[in-house]
């Protein structure tokens, strides 16, 4: 049975503005205050997910300080050994590593201890104390090292530099990013080298994403553009143009998604909101594209609650979307039908959304449910929202049914003597 919709999974104590799954059992947060002197803190967070009498469960199991810099965005890659994070803080990029590590009961309250977690965690110290005696019995876990690799200046506005957007390509060997100044800027991810540089819109770059096939980036700007750019140098391949009322709407936010897990097929959408907000109400729309010929497929108007985040599932599958209320919904993604949705289930901006996976390992964490999506918010909130699995019947039972009604007919036409 899946939760509650939108139920509480944890609370942070500070405001987080990114996260990405790290595999079945765990993902990250980040997010903080800022340089504003209000004690918030600025930090990367991993969380660990399991099921306690039988509904999910999280906790907290390390933090990264950041200084005196929130993240506000990143991107993340496995490479089947280690995590890499790619994360904004202010106008620069900064590579962390995020490393599994083995650690005892013992070791990991003397982590806590130096990062702080246990005194914010508060009254959990006394049931830690009570059970000190028991933990040489406990088996080891798993928790992480999170170190910084290095990092490079991203944006050069004039006034208010600040990356707003990184990506990892999909063969993990250049880094796009996008902030202030409107410049599109891929690196070579070992090194840090800056490839190139373009100036892809006259304004603040909000989203930008990699094809699947890494041979395309599109980016969407304030400046009511989406564009669409070839990997290799560059150069400009199309402008992604939206048929409605283009003048009174821009895109927001832009993600690529499989067609049937096909990673030779995929779709790109998009979400388009008013460029001036009215007295009246005006609709958002959430757009799906054909990839091919960014031509519009299908277009769904979502209603007036004003989108700002995007996600689609990795099996491509499935669209989340998030608004300036707090509310969430979550499309197929092949019909843009709404399958689940629940309003303000934040009190404020939802700020990131992600999908966990959906593998044997994931569903013995999460259940059986048709997918699990996590939400986050500046209201300091983690929520999880499912949808339980449809119902399925074995081939067989449908084979007995049928024998069964093709039986009782021939019974009826013997009684009734045909």
């Keep these: 049975m899946a939760p509650e919709k939108g139920s509480l999974l944890a609370r942070s104590d500070f405001p987080m503005y990114l996260i990405k799954a790290l595999d079945e059992r765990h993902f990250l947060v980040a997010g903080g205050g800022g340089q504003a002197k209000t004690g918030v803190a600025n930090a990367v967070e991993i969380y660990e997910t399991k099921i306690v009498d039988g509904k999910i469960a999280t906790s907290s199991i390390c933090r990264h300080d950041t ?10 890659f496995y490479d089947g050994r280690n995590h890499y994070l790619a ?24 982590a806590d201890d130096s990062s702080g977690l ?6 959990e110290d006394k049931e830690n104390k009570s059970t000190d005696k028991k933990t040489n019995s406990q088996i080891k876990y798993v928790t992480f090292d999170i170190e910084k690799i290095k990092s490079m200046k991203t944006d050069f506005a004039k006034s208010s530099s600040f990356q707003k957007v990184v990506q990892f390509s999909p063969d993990r060997s250049v880094i796009a990013t996008g902030g202030a100044d409107g410049y599109l800027r891929v690196w070579k991810f070992d090194d840090l080298k800056k490839l190139y540089e373009v100036q892809a819109h006259k304004n603040d770059i909000d989203d930008l994403d990699f094809s699947p096939a890494g041979n395309r980036i599109v980016t969407v700007s304030r400046d009511n553009k989406c564009c669409v750019w070839n990997t290799k140098d560059g150069s400009k391949f199309t402008d992604v143009k939206w048929p409605d009322q283009k003048d009174e709407y821009r895109f927001r936010a832009c993600r690529y998604g499989l067609i049937e897990g096909n990673k030779e097929k995929f779709n790109l959408y998009t979400i388009n909101i008013p460029c001036k907000r009215l007295t009246k109400p005006v609709p958002c ?11 519009v497929k299908k277009t769904l108007n979502t209603g007036a609650e004003v989108l700002c985040s995007l996600a689609v599932s990795k099996d491509g599958v499935y669209i989340a979307v998030g608004t300036i209320s707090g509310s969430v919904a ?55 929202h499912q949808e339980p699995a449809r119902s399925s019947y074995s081939i067989l039972w449908v084979v007995f049914g049928l024998l069964f009604l093709v039986c009782l007919l021939f019974y009826f036409m013997a009684e009734i003597g045909l």
């Design 330 to 384: 979550v499309f197929i993604s092949f019909s843009l039908q709404k399958l689940y949705s629940v309003r303000e289930a934040h009190s404020i901006f939802v700020t990131g959304l992600e999908f966990l996976p959906t593998s044997e390992g994931a569903q013995a964490v999460t259940g059986s449910q048709d997918f699990t999506l996590i939400s986050i918010s500046a209201d300091n909130t983690i929520r999880i």
């Design 87 to 110: 994360v904004g803080l202010d106008d620069e990029c900064h590579i962390l590593s995020v490393k599994y590590k083995i650690v005892s009961p013992s070791e990991s309250r003397e």
């Design 67 to 76: 200084g005196s810099k929130a993240a506000m965005n990143g991107a993340t």
């Design 285 to 295: 729309f959430l757009t799906m594209w054909d990839s091919s010929n960014f031509k």
């Design 118 to 123: 246990r005194k914010r965690k508060g009254g």
